[in-house]
């Protein structure tokens, strides 16, 4: 069986580090590939698990041999999704899946035009702020420029094949599942 790609995205604090867990969690062919990022470790985060994280220097190298299919400043930090992982996970039959910003899904949807996409949503602004500032891990200022950039990313989500509400965990894991499935059976 050939590998999928897919897309994921949504504004920060939507839940796609926990749609995915749980998603993978059903699905063993599902396998995030672990992007690159220059932003510093949130507790309880590994290395090569969650992020790939290296210093602006290396990651700026990197970008300019090409080991990358996109990157973007997101922020005040670097991110990018690794080609040489991205692929390999492809050859092993599996469902790759890009969880990245708007700005890294829109240039890696031009790039890989079979990639499945896929944007989630918040079920309000209300609920999004409730997440970001649940976390804990971010000060005012970064709340208030996530929130600020979470309006811009969400009028973006029309660019994508296909939206998903996260107001219901398991829900939006069974649709964005479902959305998959469909997608392989037509393939």
């Not at 690159?36 to 290396?58: L, N, Q």
């Not at 469902?95 to 890696?108: C, F, M, P, S």
């Not at 998903?164 to 069974?174: E, F, P």
């Amino acid at each position: 069986m050939k590998g999928m790609l897919v897309i994921l995205s949504g504004p920060s604090g939507v839940g796609k580090d926990t749609v995915l867990a749980s998603w993978s969690r059903a699905e063993p062919r599902v396998v995030r590939v672990v992007a690159y990022s220059t932003r510093a470790m949130r507790p309880g985060e590994v290395d090569g698990v969650d992020y790939h994280f290296v210093d602006r220097p290396t990651f700026l190298r990197m970008a300019e041999e090409g080991a990358f299919l996109e990157h973007k400043e997101v922020h005040g930090n670097l991110y990018a999704t690794p080609k040489k992982d991205m692929e390999a996970l492809l050859e092993q039959g599996k469902i790759a899946v890009l969880k990245i910003d708007v700005q890294g899904a829109l240039t890696a949807m031009a790039l890989r035009p079979d990639a499945v996409s896929i944007f989630l949503l918040p079920p309000s602004m209300e609920v999004l702020e409730q997440r970001i500032r649940g976390r804990g891990a971010d000060d005012e200022a970064t709340i208030q420029r996530r929130l600020k950039n979470a309006k811009t990313e969400l009028s973006f989500a029309d660019r994508y094949q296909h939206r998903v509400v996260n107001d219901d965990l398991a829900r939006a894991v069974g649709e964005v599942a479902s959305i998959v499935a469909t997608t392989e059976e037509r393939a």
